[in-house]
C-alpha cells in the first residue's frame, strides 16, 4: 500500500500521487526563483485590451516564506482567465459580495473590487507571509476604491464566521425562523471565486464544504482550471461530481487557450459555474 504523505493543509493523499505533484509542480518553483535574486518579485497583469484595460500590480509571496505546498509564488493561468472574465462581465460583480478562495497573490478578487463589487473577501491558508501579502495586494489596488474588502485566513472545510463577518449581521435572539433564514442568506456571498484548485483532489470535499456554506441561496461560484497532472484528469473532473451531490448545478461556461504553468507550452483552461439552489 502507497504510504500517506502529509500536504501544507494538513491532509492527506498517497505517495505516487505527490510523487506525480512533485516532478510537475517542482519546475515551477524552480522557475520562478531564479526570476528575481531575493526570490520575491512584483508584477502587473494587464486585464483587458486596448484603453479599456486595467493593469493591475502584485507582490508575489517570497518562495522562503512560505510553504512549497501552498504554490502560490506565482500568478496562475487560471487565475488570470478568471480575472478576464470577470473583466469582460462587470454587470455580474457590480454591487455584489464576492469571496475568493486559494487567493495568493489576489488577482481575481482584486479585479472584481474593480468592477465594483460591494465586498470582497480574499481569503487563503493562514500563512502570515501570504496573508500580509495579499494584504498588501489589496491595500495597493483596492483601498482608494468604494468597495470594502477584508483578508482572511481559511483552511477549507473549517469555521466560515470570520469569512463571514466582513458582511456584518446575525440574527436577533427574538428573530423566528423565517427572519433568521433571510439574515443568514443576507449575509452570505453572492459569488465565489476558486481558480486552480482542482488538482488537489483530496480536498475537493473541504473546498465544497467551504464554498457551500459561505454561498448564499441562488448564488453561484465560478471555478478555473487546467490539468495540471498528466493521468489525473478524471480525478481533477470529479469535483463537479461531489459538486451536484452536494446540491449544486454545475454547468460548463467556456474554454480559454493559456501558458502552462512550469513550461512554455500553450494549455486549455476551463470555466465552470456551480450554482446553489
Excluded at 478555473?224 to 461530481?241: A, K, M, N, R, V
Excluded at 461531489?242 to 502552462?260: D, L, P, R
Amino acid at each position: 500500500m502507497a504510504a500517506e504523505v502529509k500536504d501544507g493543509h494538513g491532509s492527506t493523499s498517497t505517495s505516487t500521487e505527490s510523487s506525480i505533484r512533485g516532478e510537475v509542480f517542482g519546475s515551477l518553483f524552480e522557475d520562478e526563483s531564479s526570476s528575481s535574486d531575493d526570490e520575491s518579485y512584483y508584477t502587473e497583469e494587464t486585464v483587458g485590451e486596448g484603453p479599456k484595460s486595467l493593469v493591475v500590480s502584485l507582490h508575489i509571496p517570497e518562495e522562503d516564506k512560505v510553504q512549497r505546498t501552498l504554490f502560490a509564488n506565482a500568478v496562475w493561468s487560471g487565475s488570470k482567465v478568471l480575472a478576464r472574465y470577470i473583466w469582460n462581465h462587470q454587470d455580474v460583480f457590480a454591487g455584489k459580495n464576492v469571496c475568493e478562495f486559494g487567493s495568493a497573490a489576489g488577482l481575481p478578487g482584486i479585479v472584481a473590487g474593480k468592477v465594483g463589487a460591494n465586498a470582497v473577501v480574499l481569503s487563503d491558508y493562514p500563512s502570515d507571509h501570504l496573508l500580509a501579502n495579499l494584504q498588501e495586494n489589496a491595500f495597493k489596488n483596492l483601498n482608494e476604491n468604494k468597495t470594502e474588502y477584508a483578508v482572511v485566513g481559511h483552511i477549507w472545510g473549517d469555521d466560515i464566521r470570520d469569512l463571514l463577518k466582513p458582511l456584518g449581521g446575525t440574527p436577533g435572539e427574538n428573530a423566528n425562523e423565517n427572519e433568521q433564514d433571510q439574515t443568514c442568506n443576507r449575509n452570505l456571498f453572492d459569488i465565489v471565486l476558486a481558480s486552480e484548485c482542482l488538482w488537489c483532489h483530496d480536498l475537493h470535499e473541504n473546498l465544497l464544504l467551504s464554498i457551500h456554506s459561505t454561498l448564499k441561496a441562488g448564488g453561484i461560484a465560478l471555478i478555473t482550471f487546467s490539468h495540471h497532472i498528466p493521468g489525473l484528469e478524471l480525478q481533477d473532473l470529479s469535483f463537479f461530481e461531489k459538486a451536484k451531490k452536494m446540491g449544486f448545478q454545475s454547468k460548463f461556461i467556456k474554454t480559454f487557450t493559456g501558458q502552462a504553468m512550469w513550461s512554455d507550452k500553450m494549455v486549455q483552461l476551463y470555466l465552470y459555474s456551480l450554482e446553489k439552489p
